[in-house]
């Protein structure tokens, strides 16, 4: 359903979701080549929305079964060479397509995500917005990525080709569900590949309504396909599948791990992982506005209820400023409480659902435990008398021995350290298995040149957190994964070169 007015209000969003649910719009089935079609097994799973523990819908449960049909037609579709031989800007006119469909229906995506996984609709439709650009700049690069030829002497002509890869499947998580897809998805069928699509069990109702737009948009049957399901079971199915080449997913390190192994356990797929983070934030005593500083550091860890990759969720200030700096940060999580997540004015939402609710909870009581020093929330609380809320939660007096100073909780709770010295600071930045994501706050440049080249991490952030655009390469290191999502990057990773040699006659 399309909607040509965007809401504005908290009543306008409710009544947008009433009629979202009554006129029976929230489509539940798996996309398999082309046909919305039940699971083989009949099995289904309840989607919840986390901010009222309503069942929005029973989805269907993909298996084993699923996934070898899915990936038969995904073969069968890269093979007949609709897609992965049409022309380039043939391939880029249907994606720009449904980029187009995507912004018509901008405010539904961006409702099915609130509603799925209780983030504010706000952020959601940020979310939207890039998922959109994400398709837009991915169908611009298709025609502009160019072979080579190889330097020769007269006797040869030597060509680089870029090919698709061919059977692309993305997992994908529930924290950033379209936008994460669109990542994913985008590169993959930009390069010609048959893709297809894992959504998060907490997050399935936007990737299904994207399998809408896409019939719509043109892509070809079973180029693009949607299995909805858990990760143990059509997840896995994929992964250990010998007719994938290509597995690309977002999530834990855990899994990751899990992943690598059942790549090597079948036919060696090609594997692009983006897993856990535990990023630093580091501010110096001479970096400026303090004041502004402290509102940047609060949304980088309590965005999107800390359910973030990248969450700055290592804060490491100079004890010169400390305590001041401290009392700012405090002041500014004051103005960003959890609301109503279909409320536009709302900065937090709901954590997706009562298990990571109650890790999150757990992760708060350890760190009182372990000796950390609680300076701001710390208890669970409801919006409306429901709901699986947590405030923002703040810790001075962390030590990289603490659990909440260690290990990536996914929610909204900052660990402060302090430290002295350039030296200290970057050693506890990278005093981490994780490597995905850093900051740093100066006004001094030859300390930024120093201290970037030393941060162990695939991004850096200087006096910012998490700027960049389509342009930018987005990935980590160490146990953050590898690969990268966004910019042309991206779109060479998912094709392969193929050297030609041609011998001329003299």
Not at 52 to 57: F, R
Not at 87 to 109: I, S, V
Not at 343 to 350: L, N, Q
Request: proline fraction near 5%; charged fraction near 25%; aromatic fraction near 8%.
């Amino acid at each position: 359903m399309s909607r040509p007015e965007m809401p504005k209000t908290l009543a306008e969003w409710q009544q947008l979701a009433a009629a979202l649910k009554s006129d029976s719009g929230l489509e539940t089935r798996a996309f398999i080549n082309d046909v919305f079609v039940d699971a083989a097994s009949g099995e289904t799973f309840e989607s919840v929305n986390p901010a009222t523990s309503e069942v929005l819908a029973r989805v269907a449960s993909c298996d084993a079964a699923d996934a070898d049909v899915a990936v038969s037609h995904a073969r069968a579709a890269f093979d007949g060479g609709d897609w992965s031989r049409r022309a380039p800007g043939k391939r880029k006119k249907t994606l720009l397509r449904l980029a187009d469909l995507m912004e018509a229906n901008k405010a539904e995506l961006a409702l099915l995500d609130t509603l799925d996984m209780g983030k504010p609709i706000a952020s959601s439709l940020g979310d939207m917005s890039g998922a959109i650009a994400c398709f837009r700049y991915q169908a611009e690069c298709i025609d502009k990525l160019y072979g080579e030829v190889a330097p020769t002497g007269e006797e040869a002509l030597a060509l680089v080709l870029r090919e698709p890869l061919g059977v692309v499947a993305s997992i994908v998580p529930w924290n950033f569900p379209l936008m994460m897809t669109s990542w994913k998805v985008a590169p993959a069928l930009a390069a010609g590949n048959s893709v297809i699509l894992k959504p998060s069990e907490k997050s399935p109702l936007s990737a299904l309504r994207l399998a809408q737009l896409a019939r719509e948009a043109g892509l070809p049957r079973g180029v693009f396909q949607v299995l909805p399901g858990f990760g143990h079971t059509v997840g896995k199915a994929l992964a250990l599948s010998m007719e994938v080449d290509c597995l690309a997913f977002t999530g834990s390190t855990g899994v990751g791990k899990l992943l690598m192994q059942y790549a090597g356990e079948s036919n060696l797929k090609r594997l692009y992982l983006e897993c856990g983070g535990k990023s630093p934030n580091i501010v110096f005593a001479d970096c400026k506005n303090l004041d502004q500083v402290a509102k940047h550091a609060a949304a980088a860890i309590f965005h999107n209820q800390g359910e973030v990759c990248i969450a700055g969720s290592r804060l490491l200030v100079e004890n010169s400023i400390r305590e001041a700096f401290i009392d700012k940060v405090v002041a500014a999580a004051e103005t960003m409480q959890p609301g109503d997540p279909l409320d536009p004015e709302s900065f937090m939402g709901a954590m997706v659902d009562e298990t990571q609710y109650r890790r999150v909870l757990e992760f708060i009581r350890r760190g009182q435990e372990e000796g950390a020093r609680l300076r701001a929330g710390g208890e669970a609380t409801v919006v409306d008398g429901k709901g699986f809320f947590i405030p923002p939660t703040v810790f001075d007096g962390v030590t990289p021995e603490m659990a909440i100073g260690r290990e990536e909780i996914f929610g909204p709770v900052l660990s402060v350290f302090g430290f002295d010295s350039e030296e200290e600071a970057v050693r506890l930045a990278n005093d981490s298995v994780y490597g995905l994501a850093a900051g740093l706050w100066s006004q001094d440049i030859d300390r930024i040149m120093r201290v970037t080249r030393r941060l162990q991490s695939g991004q850096v952030f200087v006096n910012n957190w998490a700027g960049g655009d389509q342009t930018m390469p987005f990935g980590g290191v160490k146990q953050s994964g590898n690969g990268r999502d966004k910019s042309h990057h991206s779109l060479e990773e998912y094709s392969d070169l193929k050297s030609v040699w041609m011998s001329l006659a003299n």
